[in-house]
């Protein structure tokens, strides 16, 4: 499956929103990769994005729970490391919890 057409954003919309001369034509749709596999059965997809994106502050006990169940926990894991995912619940981890594994420190909870 090929991705869609890019096609620029039109330009007097961008004047309006910028300086002259200081952005270009800025293309939409460039992504170039097919979201993983693993995205299609995760079971994040029933949940609500609130659930794995809690306010600062609130539990993440029930995502880590749901994460837990979900065959695709370990490719996204992988996923969220490899892409610097800085936010939210993760293969089962939070944003402490995997940047602590990225530096290598114990976990201390």
Do not use: H
């Not at 979201?35 to 029930?62: H, K, M, N, V, Y």
């Not at 490899?82 to 990225?102: H, I, P, Q, T, Y």
Request: hydrophobic share 35%; charged share 25%.
């Amino acid at each position: 499956m090929s991705p869609p057409p890019v096609r620029p954003v039109d330009g007097p919309l961008i004047g309006c929103l910028s300086d002259p001369g200081t952005v270009g034509v800025m293309l939409t749709n460039t992504m170039t990769e097919e979201a993983p596999a693993w995205r299609e059965t995760a079971l994040c997809a029933q949940a609500g994005p609130e659930f794995f994106f809690p306010a600062p502050g609130s539990s993440t006990r029930e995502a880590k729970q749901l994460c837990n169940a979900c065959e695709g926990r370990v490719a996204c894991l992988e996923y969220a490391l490899a892409n610097d995912e800085r936010f939210g619940v993760w293969g089962g981890l939070s944003e402490k919890e995997r940047d602590r594994m990225r530096r290598g420190t114990p976990d201390q909870g």
